[in-house]
């Protein structure tokens, strides 16, 4: 089963709790997922600010009905449940979409009798007639099938590689980690690329954040209670989309080789976005051909 991770609305959503608890809140973990999310990325939520304000988007509220509201008109289904006395709540939504330098051709990838939608590009192309390139290809040394980095309009890239196995969550940050900075990497030639489409919707737990606690600036303690996540990716010939929401629901006791081969992506891949600027991709995710899907227009 696919598998996203998005860390960027996590960190936006502990940041605008701050708008109740105080600025500059110091949290302490509960458990060792906790910890780990706090050493390797809390510490760098200085580096939301390589998002513009219609990417990333953050709201705090008294009352769950108004966060559900933004969630329902944002087009989310997750809702986060109501507020007891002394409950309050923050909705953070991540919206940021790519498009290729070139368009990619619509063609079919086939996979055991199945036919998929899907992408071919070559590795350059041209804009306004000079030749640019599109996408690179290498090998990881911890890694046996080839990455690619397709570039984009913006600046960010989107890698793909067929993945090696199934992971989950911390693990699957972990494992593309290690594949993307934590190896040397060969460049090699690619003679063409073919990708699937991508449609994928997930809804997920972040049940891990639950406990994590602070010291509000009145000198009250505060929880997470509760946390949620709906990520949508959606790829095709024209570019990627990523839109992911989060919404967390706080407790306070006082207030409320070099030779040009083709690259075919025909196996569950893992994907991984990157933005200039960014420490850590801003998605993760494993995808595999339950959301080979057209996704249709992902501008809307």
Known sequence: ???????????SALVK??????????????????????????VRRSELSRFSEKELRAW????????????????FSIRLSDFNPGEFGVVSILDV????????????LPVEKELYPAVHMMPTGLIEDMPVRLFDAAMSSVHPHPLVRLNTKSGDSVCMTIADHVYDDFGLM??????????EVMPISASWLLFPMVDLDLETSLDWLVGMHTVMANGENANVIQALQQTKFRMNHLGARVKSAVGMGFATTSVRVDVAEPILIDEPFFLWIERPGLSF????????????????DITR
């Open 17 to 42: 709790s701050e708008d109740v608890l105080g600025a500059c809140r110091v949290w302490s973990a509960v458990n060792d997922v906790q910890s780990r999310f706090l050493d390797d990325f809390f």
């Open 174 to 183: 972990s494992r593309i980690d290690d594949i993307r900075c934590r190896s």
């Open 281 to 296: 991709p801003l998605m993760y995710a494993y995808i595999d051909e339950q959301h080979w899907k057209d996704p249709g």
């Open 97 to 108: 979409m790519v498009e290729w330098l070139v368009m990619g051709r619509h063609l079919s």
């Open 1 to 11: 089963m696919s598998n996203v991770m998005v860390i960027p609305p996590v960190l």
């Open 60 to 75: 705090a509220s008294m009352t769950a009905y108004d966060l559900n509201e933004i969630l329902a008109r944002e087009g």
